[in-house]
C-alpha cells in the first residue's frame, strides 16, 4: 500500500479502538466489529481495511494464545492439528474471496449470529464443566473447523464466538475451555489470512503496527481476565457481542 500520512487524532483513534477491540475480542470474539469500521471512516479502502486488521487482529489473538499456554488452559498437544486445519481452511477462504460473490453473506451472517446469541441465553448446559461430545474429534477437525476458517477468511468478524459455539455444543467443551482454545484457533484462521493479504499488497503497515501495540495491551488485559471471569458472565458477554454485531449489520 502506498504510504499515507495520517493525522495524529485519527492515530490515537484507532490505537484506543485496538486495545478495545483486544479486549472484547479475547473474552468474546467481534472485535472486528470494532475495528473494521474504524479503519474504513479513517479513510482506508475496504480491501486495506481488511488486510490491516488481520494484522493488528493475529496479534490479539497472538497475544491471548500466549496468556492460555502461560496459564494452561491449553496445551499443544491438543491444539496443534486443530490450528493446522484452521490455517488451511482460512487460506482456501481468504484466496476464495477474491473471487467470489460476498453478497450472500448479507443474509447467512444474520442468520448464524442470531442462532449463536440464542443458545448462549437460553441453553441451560453451558457450565464450566466439560460434557459428552456430540461429534468425534476427527470429525470436528476435518468439516467444523475448516468451515469456520473459511469464514475467517472471507469475512471474519464473530469467528471467535463461532468457534467457541462450536465447541460447546459439539464438542462438549466447558464454555472457559471452548473459548481458550478458540483464541488459538482463530490465530490459525488469523496469520493464514495475513499472508494472503501480504501477498497481494492490501496492508496499510503504519496503522496496522499501531494497532497491533493496541491489541497487545487489550488482549493481554482481556487474557488475565478470561481465565478469572465466571462463565455465566462470559455466556452473556457472548451474547451482548453477537446481538450487536447482528444490530450492526442491520444498521450497515
Known amino acids: ?3 499515507i500520512n495520517y493525522p495524529l ?11 478495545v ?11 472486528g ?20 486488521n488481520k494484522l493488528q487482529g493475529s496479534m490479539g489473538t497472538a497475544t491471548a494464545s500466549y496468556m492460555m499456554f502461560k496459564y494452561k488452559r491449553v496445551r499443544w498437544a491438543i491444539v496443534a492439528q486443530p490450528m493446522m486445519c484452521a490455517f488451511a481452511g482460512s487460506l482456501i477462504g481468504t484466496i476464495a474471496v477474491q473471487y467470489i460473490d460476498t453478497s450472500v453473506l448479507i443474509f447467512v451472517i444474520p442468520l448464524v449470529l442470531f442462532g449463536i446469541a440464542l443458545y448462549f441465553l437460553l441453553s441451560p448446559n453451558l457450565h ?3 460434557r459428552t ?9 476435518a468439516y467444523v473447523i475448516p468451515a469456520i476458517g473459511g469464514y475467517d477468511g472471507m469475512f471474519g468478524p464473530g469467528t471467535g464466538s463461532f468457534l467457541a459455539l462450536a465447541g460447546v455444543s459439539l464438542r462438549g467443551q466447558g464454555i472457559i475451555d471452548a473459548t481458550a482454545i478458540a483464541k488459538t484457533l482463530n490465530l490459525a484462521t ?15 503497515w503504519i496503522v496496522g503496527g499501531l494497532m497491533l501495540c493496541g491489541q497487545l495491551i487489550g488482549a493481554s488485559i482481556g487474557s488475565r481476565c478470561l481465565v478469572m471471569i465466571n ?3 462470559l455466556r452473556m458477554l457472548i451474547v451482548v457481542m453477537s446481538v450487536a454485531m447482528l444490530i450492526r449489520y442491520f444498521l450497515a
Open 1 to 3: 500500500m502506498e504510504t
Open 9 to 19: 487524532e485519527v492515530l490515537l483513534f484507532l490505537f484506543g479502538i485496538a486495545t
Open 21 to 31: 477491540a483486544g479486549f472484547i475480542d479475547t473474552l468474546a470474539g467481534g472485535g
Open 33 to 52: 466489529l470494532l475495528t473494521i469500521p474504524a479503519l474504513i471512516i479513517s479513510g482506508i479502502p475496504p480491501l486495506a481495511a481488511l488486510g490491516t
Open 128 to 130: 464450566e464443566d466439560n
Open 133 to 141: 461430545p456430540v461429534i468425534s474429534q476427527q470429525q470436528y477437525q
Open 190 to 204: 488469523n496469520l493464514a489470512s495475513l499472508i494472503v493479504f501480504f501477498l497481494v499488497g492490501q496492508i496499510v
Open 231 to 233: 462463565p455465566k458472565h
